[in-house]
């Protein structure tokens, strides 16, 4: 599988499978950061994941670009308990079929 594709099984969990990220190859130790929390290992993450796509009630990929391994989206979306729409910007580092680094970027 190619970058996007993979890049779009993650996006899949969150929009379809309320952050049920078993079905996307994520790298053991995956290392992620956020404005509101980082991990580094994919377990951490997925359970994060799981508790918080209970909450998501829209998820849009508005744009996407891809560099070799990097994929860069913009999304539009919406959670619980957070009113109105949030846009952010995602960066996923994806190397030997594996999402091995993620860097969430909102204001």
Not at 2 to 28: F, Q
Not at 33 to 62: H, I, K, L
């Amino acid at each position: 599988m190619d970058a996007v594709t993979i890049a779009n099984l993650y996006y899949d969990a969150w929009r379809l499978h309320a952050g049920d990220m078993s079905g996307v190859p994520l790298a053991e130790d995956l290392v992620f950061t956020g404005p509101v929390a980082s991990f580094e290992d994919a377990e951490g993450y997925r359970a994060m994941a799981r508790q918080a796509g209970a909450g998501v009630r829209s998820f849009t990929v508005r744009h996407q670009f891809a560099v070799g391994d990097l994929v860069c989206s913009v999304i539009d979306w919406e959670m619980d308990p957070v009113a109105g729409m949030m846009t952010s910007a995602e960066v996923l580092e994806i190397r030997d079929g594996k999402i091995e680094r993620g860097e969430l970027i909102y204001d």
